[in-house]
Structure formats: structure tokens, C-alpha cells
T-cell receptor, first 115, second 115 residues
Framework: AQTVTQSQPEMSVQEAETVTLSCTYDTSESDYYLFWYKQPPSRQMILVIRQEAYKQQNATENRFSVNFQKAAKSFSLKISDSQLGDAAMYFCAYRRETSGSRLTFGEGTQLTVNP | EAGVAQSPRYKIIEKRQSVAFWCNPISGHATLYWYQQILGQGPKLLIQFQNNGVVDDSQLPKDRFSAERLKGVDSTLKIQPAKLEDSAVYLC?????????????FGPGTRLTVL
């Protein structure tokens, strides 16, 4: 079974600074997808960024980028120029390559952005 | 494009009572998911529908939980009878089958409190 581990229950960052959230996963599959979701207090899960396992290039979405280390089964999220609106719970998630398969989530990291 | 709709947003019941949650997915999305998110944890898949057929219900406590998706559109999740440990946020998500990422779009969730 696949598992996703987020070892940082809480993180904080100063506004305009950079923060990195960690995620490791365990799988025997070679093809899969990895995601970072953001969940603000409104509870709406919002997709931040995704990475295909077969791609060596790290995904980037504006201020958000990932460091994907397939051999180490590591998938960290870097937020640059942190903004107050980035404060939320962040979840790392894994999905098998099979179409429509379930998402397996980590326990989450609560990010606080200090003004 | 309208998002995933859920109701009610909040529900408080006493243990042993029954409760039902409703979800309306994004129009055209064939796949529908129900997740349970206990406070401080990541979401866990309860059941997945493809149109009106069940794809995955391996983590659904079938002695008390049931779900249906009539006509392959709206879905209802029921708990009967509820236990204290069922207190959680119930998230509904939908995805468009056949796309590369099958990105899941989440609703705002229903927060259930069992007293």
C-alpha cells in the first residue's frame, strides 16, 4: 500500500521569505503522480502543483516549485516570496498512474505566514 | 464553471442518530469521490463512483455507512447509526475521466459533529 508522510506538523515563515515543506512517500509503482494541495480555513482543497513521476524536470507554478527526488521518494514544496494568503494547511498527495485512482494524502503541514 | 456543491455545510447530531450528506459534482464529471477528514489528518477515501457504479469502497465502514449515486450525477452519503468517531469533515470531489491528470476538484465539505 502506498503511504505519504509529512514530518512537519507546523511551519512558519516571514512574509516575502521562502519556505520549504517536506514530503516523503512509499510505493512500488514506477509511474504515478504527486500533488500538493492547499486547504485554507474555508476547507476548500485547492490544487497547488502536480508532478508526473516520469518527468525529471521539477514542476513550477509561479511562486511554487517542487524538488522531486524519485530515487529518494521525496517531494518537497518550495514557496517563494511568501504572502499572507499562503497561510493554510498543505497536503502532499499521491496517485497511481491508473486513470481515476484514489488520492492518498499525508497528514498535512500547517503553514503560518508572519507579517 | 460551477464547482462541486455540498450540503449541508454543518451538521450536529447525537450518537446513534442518522445523517445524510449531499453532493452535486461538476457537470460532466463521471467520477465522484467521498473523503472523510478527521481533525488533524489528511482526507481518506471512503468511496469512489464511476458514473453510477462503485469503483472503490474498500475503506467504507459498510455496517453503518452507505452511499449512492443515482443517474450518475448527484450523490448521497449516509451514516446510520452515527458514532462519536464519525465526527469529521466529509469532502466530495469529482474528476473528468479520460484526461491526463484526472484532476480532482473538491467541494467545501460538510463538518459533522457527533455528540
Amino acid at each position: 500500500a502506498q503511504t505519504v508522510t509529512q514530518s512537519q506538523p507546523e511551519m512558519s515563515v516571514q512574509e516575502a521569505e521562502t519556505v520549504t515543506l517536506s514530503c516523503t512517500y512509499d510505493t512500488s509503482e514506477s509511474d504515478y503522480y504527486l500533488f500538493w494541495y492547499k486547504q485554507p480555513p474555508s476547507r476548500q482543497m485547492i490544487l497547488v502543483i502536480r508532478q508526473e513521476a516520469y518527468k525529471q524536470q521539477n514542476a513550477t507554478e509561479n511562486r511554487f516549485s517542487v524538488n522531486f527526488q524519485k530515487a529518494a521518494k521525496s517531494f518537497s514544496l518550495k514557496i517563494s516570496d511568501s504572502q499572507l494568503g499562503d497561510a493554510a494547511m498543505y497536503f502532499c498527495a499521491y496517485r497511481r498512474e491508473t486513470s481515476g485512482s484514489r488520492l492518498t494524502f499525508g497528514e498535512g503541514t500547517q503553514l503560518t505566514v508572519n507579517p | 464553471e460551477a464547482g462541486v456543491a455540498q450540503s449541508p455545510r454543518y451538521k450536529i447530531i447525537e450518537k446513534r442518530q442518522s445523517v445524510a450528506f449531499w453532493c452535486n459534482p461538476i457537470s460532466g464529471h463521471a467520477t465522484l469521490y467521498w473523503y472523510q477528514q478527521i481533525l488533524g489528518q489528511g482526507p481518506k477515501l471512503l468511496i469512489q463512483f464511476q458514473n453510477n457504479g462503485v469503483v472503490d469502497d474498500s475503506q467504507l465502514p459498510k455496517d453503518r455507512f452507505s452511499a449512492e449515486r443515482l443517474k450518475g450525477v448527484d450523490s448521497t452519503l449516509k451514516i446510520q447509526p452515527a458514532k462519536l468517531e464519525d465526527s469529521a469533515v466529509y469532502l466530495c470531489a469529482s474528476s473528468l475521466s479520460g484526461t491526463l491528470y484526472n484532476e480532482q476538484f473538491f467541494g467545501p465539505g460538510t463538518r459533522l459533529t457527533v455528540l
